[in-house]
Structure formats: C-alpha cells, structure tokens
C-alpha cells in the first residue's frame, strides 16, 4: 500500500531472504569469510550459527550468488526437519537429482549416493551440501553427513557439508559425544546481532535499494528505538519498519519520528500478547479436556461472548484503516490521472 505513496521500487523490509537486500555487516563480513575459507579448503563441515532472524539464510543465499557461475561445485541446499539418518540419505539424494526406489534400504541409498558423487569427482566436480535450519537434525543424521565426508576420487574429498542452523546446532556439535563429527570442522563461526550504528545503515540501505528518495525521513531518535526494541535482530527491525512506513502512509507523515515509532512498537507489543494469550486460552481449554472442567455452560457462553466482542471490536478496527487506506489510495490515483 505505501508503495505508491513514497514512491518506492518495491517493499525495502520485506522478510522473503532477497540476496538484493543482503546488508555486509562486520559479522555478516566474517561470516562469508569462514564460508569461503571452508570452500577453499574443499572438505569437511563449515558451521554457522545465530539467533533467529539475524540472516542466516540471506547468507546462504549470498554464498549461492557467489558460487552460481563457479562450474567446479555443485550445490545442493535444503532445510532441515527432525528426520532419522536413513530419510537423511533420500532427502539428499532428493536435492542432488538422484534416482532412487521408495523402498530402497540404506546400503542401496549409499551406493547410489557415493556413484554419483563419483561420477561428478571424474568431471572434475564436488559436491557441496548447503543445510539450512540444520539445528532440526538429529546427532544420527548429522553422523551420516560426516561418514559421507569420506567419499575420495584420487585422494579428493568429494563431499562438503555446510550447516547453518540456530545456536541449539554450537551446542550439539560440541557435545562429548560429537567428537568425531568436531574433528571434521574446518571453520565455524557465530551471527551476532547489528550494533546501532549498523542498524541505522540498514535501515538506510534497504531503503535505497527500495529506491527511496529520502521520504519519508526516519530521525535518529526513531532508529534508536527501533534497534532497541529490536535488538538488532534483521527480521525484528524489517517488521518494525514495515509497520512504521504502513503507518506513515495511513496518517500521511513525511517524517518518521521517535513518537510515531513509540506508537507502532505499542501496537506490535499488543498484537504479540494477544497472540500469546489466545495460545495459553487454547493451551487451557485443551488441557482441561471435558465439560466439567470448562465450568458450566452459561460460564462457557459467556466466555464466547466476550471472545466473539473482543474479535468484533478488532475486526472494526482494521476495517477502518483499511477504509482509510483505500480512500488514501484512490486520492492518489486521482492525482495520477490528472498528471
């Protein structure tokens, strides 16, 4: 909706990972730096870690920007779910292309597996294995992953993993009982969250590649309490500042000031404990399981009344910003037409 009334390209603070809008924070830096210091080196795993939301997976599109005209490596990416070691195996074989029966065993998947990786190695090729969300894998898969490592073609390994996960995955892999899978580590490396400075240029680098023409103008003031309640989590400041420029656009503001962010930041701390207070409602219906323990039925009306009041009075109330944008929308279509 805002598009239009600031003149932008596109939305700056979409959450889809876009490589366009990849920020090079120092940790952002250091983080390509180990990738690409684990590639050179051709084997074994490279491990990065982070909090959610601070751009693992922009990086691992970044690396596969880096990498898309490099001929000697073929990629695969997935994302990790909780699977055992054997759907580990056809999940690969799934992203590398390659042909297998459902009711294949394990030693089948292998062979197939270590063929093809053979016969990538005599084209003069290696397999690099990208595994986004790596933190969903059991210790079993991950064990797989490193007996896989020990693929050759004339004394090459021909088979590099790459894990990116959250930092449930550091502690994992330093266990006592990951020894094996530790010695295989190349590089590894922590996400950390942006500092003030570094928010404020993201913020200011999205919105250029938005095409923004300086408005509206966000004072410092604003990015200051957008970082902190952000923490300079990436996916925190982008839903920030998207709910701050679709509140900009509704109330027609030119200039994003810390009051307009103050309101905002309230709005979404509301909408988060609403949230969290219709999963702990549904948690105690759930738990409480029979008639009996939900009261009497006119205490249970009751509670539907308030609930179906309360969904009423929310739904009015986004109903009316909704009007307001589009009257806002027509306004400006009107003034196109007439230009």
């Known amino acids: 909706m805002y598009k239009n009334f600031y003149k932008l390209s596109k939305n700056p603070f979409q959450l889809n990972a876009d490589p366009s809008f990849f920020f090079d924070s120092s940790g952002h830096k250091r983080a390509k730096a180990y990738l690409r210091y684990g590639l050179a080196q051709g084997e074994g795993f490279v491990v990065v870690t982070g909090i959610p939301g601070t751009g693992k997976t922009m990086l691992v599109k970044e690396l596969g920007k880096f990498l898309e005209n490099d001929q ?6 997935l994302v990790s779910s909780n699977v055992g ?3 580990t195996l056809r999940m690969l074989a799934a992203t590398f292309a390659i042909a297998y029966e459902l009711d294949d065993g394990k030693a089948v998947l292998l062979n197939r597996i270590e063929t093809f990786f053979k016969e990538k190695a005599k084209q003069g090729k290696r397999i690099l294995l990208i595994v986004d969300e790596a933190q969903n894998l059991p210790n079993q898969s991950i064990e797989e992953l490193r007996m896989l490592s020990n693929y050759e073609w004339e004394g090459n390994i021909i088979f590099q993993t790459f894990l990116i996960g959250q930092e449930e995955l550091g502690k994992r892999i330093f266990a006592a009982d990951m020894e094996q899978v ?6 590894t490396y922590q996400l950390k969250s942006l500092n003030a400075d570094e928010t404020k240029e993201y913020i200011l680098f999205r919105l250029q590649k938005a095409g923004w023409q300086g408005n509206p103008q966000f004072h410092d003031e604003a990015i200051a309490a957008v970082h902190a309640f952000s923490k ?3 996916r925190r400041i982008n839903t920030v500042c ?13 200039q994003i000031d810390l009051q307009a962010t103050k309101k905002v930041i309230a709005e979404i701390m509301e909408d988060s404990q609403a949230i969290k207070a219709q999963k702990q409602q549904v948690t105690t219906e759930r738990l409480a399981g ?7 039925l006119e205490q249970r009306v009751a509670a539907l009344e308030e609930a179906v009041s309360e969904l ?3 739904l009015k109330k986004e109903q009316a910003l909704l ?6 929308q027509l306004d400006m279509d009107d003034v196109y037409d007439d230009d």
């Open 72 to 77: 000697s490596v073929i990629i695969g990416s």
């Open 85 to 87: 070691a054997e759907d």
């Open 182 to 187: 530790r010695q295989r580590i190349v590089a």
């Open 232 to 234: 300079g989590i990436p």
């Open 242 to 254: 998207d709910r701050l420029l679709l509140y900009g656009f509704l109330e027609e503001l030119r």
């Open 290 to 296: 029979t008639t009996e323990a939900n009261g009497s």
């Open 312 to 314: 009423s009075n929310k």
């Open 323 to 328: 009007r307001k944008a589009i009257l806002i």
